[in-house]
């Protein structure tokens, strides 16, 4: 079946580590998107893709970095930089230019202790 | 500027009672579309429903119903007989596809529906 994964599910990692966030997707979309979910705050756009090679900063990019290299792929990097990083993050793909909504994975909730 | 508008925070009923869940959108755009979207407890979003800015239809899909109206900006979402299986939070979204907007879906803040049993 076609979908988004994300991993893990659950991650710790210590403060002023960097930590990375898996996403792939097989529905052979063009675009991908981070998000972050605070309680109460929404949704909120970390980064996007709409190609391979191409990413645009969204609405809170400072202390997150992420890569496309490959259409399936779009890790996300929590850095040291990130003053207040534990969240729940989404990763979420849709078709490119396209009246559609998203696709979105299971999510990866990050504690940072 | 374009904004979305879920002004219930929370809402509490009892099953088999309907609810009405809100929503507001801004847009000075002419092509858009708008979205529901349900975050159970498990954290995933699932896709409900899309519209189009040119269609006022409203929509009934079993127990859900969602009514469209361009005069008032608003795209209201009923659930009807509510389940506790129907507690989650639920989303609005706005997807604008005039020129410069069209990356981007905007969000409302959510609302967080508890059907009790």
């Known amino acids: 079946d076609g979908g988004i994964t994300q991993s893990p599910k659950y991650l710790f990692r210590k403060e002023g580590q960097n930590v990375t966030l898996s996403c792939e997707q097989n529905l052979n979309h063009d675009a991908m998107y981070w998000y972050r979910q605070d309680p109460g705050q929404g949704l909120r756009l970390i980064y996007y893709s709409q190609i391979v090679n191409d990413f645009q900063k969204g609405d809170i990019a400072e202390g997150y970095s992420v890569s496309r290299e490959k259409k399936e792929s779009f890790p996300l990097t929590v850095t040291s930089a990130q003053k207040n990083p534990t969240a729940f993050y989404l990763c979420?793909?849709?078709?490119?230019?396209?009246?559609?909504?998203?696709?979105f994975g299971s999510g990866t909730r990050l504690t940072v202790v | 500027a374009q904004k979305v508008t879920q002004a219930q925070t929370e809402i509490s009923v009892v099953e088999k009672e309907d609810v009405t869940l809100d929503c507001v959108y801004e847009t000075r755009d002419t092509t858009y579309y708008l979205f529901w979207y349900k975050q159970p407890p498990s954290g995933e979003l699932v896709f409900l429903i899309r519209r189009n800015s040119f269609d006022e239809q409203n929509e009934i899909s079993g127990r859900y119903s969602w009514n469209f109206q361009k005069s008032t900006s608003s795209f209201n979402f009923t659930i009807t007989a509510s389940q506790v299986v129907d507690s989650a939070v639920y989303f609005c979204a706005l997807k604008s596809f005039n020129a410069g907007n069209n990356r981007k879906l905007i969000w409302g803040l959510g609302t967080s529906l508890a059907v009790n049993p």
């Open positions: 979420a793909s849709s078709r490119r230019d396209s009246d559609y909504g998203y696709t």
